[in-house]
């Protein structure tokens, strides 16, 4: 495998969009209002905080990455 | 519980097959990152992928947090969709019972537990995949010896047995070349040329090397050993021709065009 910031920059975005069908996913099931209350609240805010907050946050740590150009 | 009941347990499964095919895509990048990390602090794997460049210190520290959080997503992903399973499946009983004394209304809760989160130094035991993947190396290292021994014992019998009798005769070689090394290192022995006498030292060094070497000549690792030997003969050969040289310029047979 060939490390590249490419690569990174791709993995960075696929976290996105995986974080992006995933909220959508929820967000319809919010939408619907089938299921409602402070159980339905808690799951999408850990939905939101544990998942696709945590995936946000990875993506950008990709950008960050940094390899060494010499080598 | 929730206040609304009949939440559809397509609509759970919607979710969980959603998450599901998004799994494989976070696994790869997981593992991705992983490499990435590995190739950067571990030389073997480094040798391992040819080409692959490295991360800077810094970024290392980063990949490992980028592996928790995506370890941590995918933990969370896991256990919220077995919730949501849980509770679309204890709305959808409730739902159904139509009278307080149905076995519905009983059924019980979600179960699912929080994973606790890891953290970016859990992760940091990769950093010693130098001792975890030993067991990959020696798997590795057991198959090219495997093949070694195979492509030997699938030799024709002619062959081998003229290898075997060149080994017999051969491996008394070295010992004859290191007594002959060390008697003219003592007597060509000259406190003031201490060069000359390092030069005799490191001839020996070479002979001893290609006496050590000499275990490597036992089938099946003949070839292997045929390799290592040659080398040792080649650079002691080289070796002794620029000894020989030097000592002819030291004495003043020859000069550089320069001198």
């Given amino acids: 495998m060939n490390l590249s910031d490419a690569m990174f920059a791709i993995a960075a975005g696929q976290l996105r969009s995986t974080a992006a069908t995933l909220d959508a996913q929820i967000a319809q099931l919010r939408d619907t209002q089938e299921w409602r209350g402070p159980d339905a609240d808690k799951f999408f805010q850990e939905w939101e905080t544990d998942v696709t907050g945590k995936l946000h946050a990875a993506a950008m740590k990709l950008d960050a990455l940094a390899l060494i150009p010499f080598l | ?259």
């Fill in chain 2, 1 to 259: 519980m929730s206040t609304k009941l009949g939440m559809n347990t397509t609509t759970a499964d919607s979710v969980a097959a959603t998450v599901a095919s998004l799994g494989l895509g976070l696994e790869a990048i997981d593992e991705e990152v992983r490499l990435a990390r590995l190739v950067s602090l571990n030389p073997l794997d480094f040798l391992l992928n040819p080409g692959a460049l490295i991360l800077t210190p810094a970024s290392i520290g980063i990949a490992m947090s980028v592996s928790a959080d995506i370890t941590n997503a995918r933990a969370q992903l896991d256990y919220l969709v077995e919730k949501l399973r849980q509770e679309a499946t204890q709305q959808n009983q409730v739902s159904n019972s139509l009278v307080s004394t149905d076995p519905g209304w009983f059924a019980p809760g979600p179960t699912a537990k929080k994973p606790e989160d890891v953290t970016p130094f859990d992760e940091a035991i990769d950093v010693f995949g130098i001792f975890s993947k030993i067991s990959d190396y020696v798997g590795i290292v057991g198959g090219v010896f495997d093949a070694v021994e195979k492509w030997w014992k699938n030799l024709p019998p002619g062959v081998t047995k003229v290898v075997k009798a060149v080994t017999k005769v051969g491996k008394f070689i070295p010992f004859i070349g290191i007594g002959f090394s060390i008697t003219s290192t003592v007597l060509d022995w000259d406190n003031d040329n201490v060069w000359g006498n390092v030069r005799n030292i490191i001839g020996v060094g070479l002979d001893a090397a290609s006496i050590v070497a000499a275990v490597t000549l036992v089938p099946p690792l003949t070839p292997v050993g045929a390799v290592i030997e040659g080398t040792l003969l080649g650079v002691g050969l080289a070796w002794d021709v620029m000894d020989v040289a030097w000592d002819a310029h030291d004495d003043g047979d020859w000069k550089f065009p320069w001198e």
